[in-house]
């Protein structure tokens, strides 16, 4: 089961912004030909993100690069895959790639933002 709400069209990413000044939105930005993505989002899925308070997103690269191209451009990041994105009040206030990829990092990120508000 995924927790992933897959995007489909670039204009999305204008609707995460909106709605990151509400809530956090999370972006994974996922490869189906590379092992190291499907191993991350596996790890992803496997935990409890549902019981986060964010809206999580998925990103397949190879079907949707111009979704990819629009979040390099937007948030100001290097293109990686697999790539863990947090967005807040508009911005990319997190990101890490590849085995960094850390639950307990997301989690310590998203209770930080509402103990800070």
Do not use: W
């Amino acid at each position: 089961m995924s927790y992933f709400i897959e995007l489909q069209t670039p204009e999305e990413i204008e609707i995460i912004k909106e709605k990151s000044l509400e809530k956090p939105q999370v972006i994974f930005k996922h490869s189906t030909r590379c092992s190291i993505s499907s191993m991350a989002l596996y790890r992803l899925n496997k935990e409890n993100i549902q019981t986060l308070n964010a809206e999580f997103y998925l990103v397949n690269i190879i079907r949707h690069r111009d979704i990819s191209y629009k979040i390099q451009h937007d948030f100001k990041v290097v293109h990686e895959s697999p790539q863990l994105l947090i967005i807040f009040h508009g911005k990319c206030i997190y990101h890490e790639s590849h085995g960094a990829i850390c639950l307990e990092e997301i989690e310590r990120i998203l209770t930080g933002l509402y103990t800070n508000i």
